[in-house]
């Protein structure tokens, strides 16, 4: 046998028992490592934007606005198609109460918000008009975001794959008209995290022991519909 075709045999042979060893890792418990996660990424930063953004609207601060549009332009979001099962939460209300927003805010509403609160600041509308049209180039490795309206008393399911030993982010920005919750479990059925204040800005972040899928649950617990993003790095 030639030295080039032991060598292709060899190769073959590690692949195979690499393999071998991938398939037959430890997936029992939590899909979690015990150590604290990685520093926060893109999807943290587009969720302190929008938080930013709702401080600034309620202390009329141009200033605190024109940063989180800035915040939010300077990350790059990919809109993607996930699958999702909706369905009526047991026991819950499912009468509205209105219809609510179609989207959260954007980037151009934060900006329309920002010139708004400026008023006839001239050097604060000028910092405004640079944001807008400054560069909308990302950062590298953005963050994925899909849309749902979900209807109040109702919940939507997903199941999201995350790499092992890799921060794992994701965030609910929902458009500030009712009180969402988030459930993360692993393919085990463990708590990953569980959020049930009153907000519909929810992030959560941990690091997986291994590559595996998550099944991420949002409960819309008011009485209206809230459309929000899910956000995922």
Known sequence: MSLKRISAVLATTALVAAGGIAL??????????????AAEGVVADFSVAQKLYQWG?????????????????????????????????????????????????????????????AGDDAEMLGMIDDIEMASSKGRIGGASRTLSRLPAGYNDTYRVPFYGNSLAELAIVGDGDADLDLLVTDENGNTICYDTSYSDQLYCAWTPRWDGYFIITVKNMGRVRNSYYLLTN
């Open 24 to 37: 037959a890792q430890d997936k029992t418990g939590e899909n979690v490592t015990k150590e604290a996660p």
């Open 57 to 117: 609207v309620a202390h009329d601060s141009a200033v605190a606005v024109a940063a989180a549009a800035e915040m939010l332009k300077s990350i790059d979001v990919k809109d993607v198609d996930r699958e999702v099962v909706q369905a009526a939460i047991e026991g819950a209300d499912t009468a509205e109460e209105g219809e609510g927003a179609d989207a959260p805010v954007s980037l151009e509403d934060m900006l329309a918000k920002a010139k708004e609160l």
